[in-house]
């Protein structure tokens, strides 16, 4: 096509001048493609230099951008990073203020029971006190086979309770004892927080207390139990745990072992009942009015 094109041009120049020839030798006509090819090479090589020139600005520009986000990146990090090692130094700080909190209290906790036995030497029975029974037991090793009244520390006050140092090994801290039912159990949420009766007779420790011991401690539960006519039957529970009154001294009772039954195991987990705070799962009434009783209920006595 390109050869065509030409060929008519120059046909088209020597018609029109009438017949005259009207070109110069094949010389000129020579160094005028020359010069021609020439242009077009310095034309060809100014636009390929702006091209490369627009691609490597655009490359700079997007460098840049990448730049940029690479270091609000890293910036976002640095400060996470700070964060991060700021909280850590926090919680190292509490560890180690409660670290020596707690070596504080347990050697606040020794030098009060050697000041303990010591005192033992020196006081009768009634005047001997301790966290629990067993904490007694442990530290008082001659109270081993003497049951009777103790005191134990409720909230920097002494409480009297009754220990049972004899039955199995000794250091039973007694919860409830019944002896003649001389003592009215059907009492009101009050007085099962407090307690009510008295440790030498019949008594209830108090709902609170037993959140205190079993809360503060791991604590193993045994019921004993005998009819009128001398029969004897007893239950263990390996783990026994009272709540707070906010969650209404919630029971939690597992590792049941004796031979009266495993009573417990359909009440567990229940919440306490008294006349005045119906706490149990029974919707249609209080257990604690149907069974003229108080205690944990899921739905009365089965």
Not at 76 to 95: F, G, H, R, V
């Amino acid at each position: 096509m390109g050869r065509l094109f030409g060929i008519l041009i120059l046909t088209s120049l020597l018609v029109s001048l009438n017949g005259q020839v009207l070109f110069d030798d094949i010389g000129d006509r020579q160094r005028s493609a020359d010069l021609a090819l020439q242009c077009m090479r310095t034309e060809l090589q100014q636009f390929s230099q702006g091209i490369e020139k627009m691609v490597t600005k655009k490359l700079k520009e997007v460098e840049n951008i990448i730049e940029a986000k690479m270091d609000q990146i890293e910036t976002k990090n640095n400060k996470s990073l700070s964060t991060i090692q700021t909280e850590l130094s926090t919680i190292q700080t509490d560890l180690s203020t409660i670290q020596t909190e707690l070596s504080t209290t347990q050697t606040e906790q020794r030098l009060l029971r050697q000041g303990m036995r010591v005192l033992y030497r020196y006081t009768d029975i009634d005047s001997i006190a301790g966290f629990d029974c067993a904490d007694i037991l442990d530290y008082f090793p001659d109270t081993r086979g003497r049951d009777g009244v103790y005191n134990i520390i409720d909230i920097q006050k002494a409480k009297p309770v009754y220990c049972d140092m004899t039955t199995d090994n000794g250091g039973w801290t007694v919860i409830q004892r019944r002896v003649n039912g001389s003592v009215d159990f059907y009492r009101h949420w009050t007085e099962y927080k407090n307690g009510f009766g008295f440790a030498d007779h019949e008594y209830w420790i108090g709902n609170d207390m037993l959140h205190r011991l079993t809360s503060t401690n791991p604590q193993e539960l045994r019921v004993d139990m005998e009819r009128f006519n001398g029969e004897k039957a007893y239950a263990v529970y390996y783990n026994f745990s009272v709540g707070d009154e906010a969650g209404k001294y919630q029971l939690q009772v597992t590792g049941y072992s004796g031979n009266a039954g495993d009573g417990l195991k359909y009440h567990n987990n229940m919440t306490f009942s008294t006349p005045d705070q119906d706490n149990d799962r029974w919707s249609s009434d209080n257990c604690a009015t149907f069974d003229i009783s108080t205690g944990w209920f899921k739905i009365c006595y089965r």
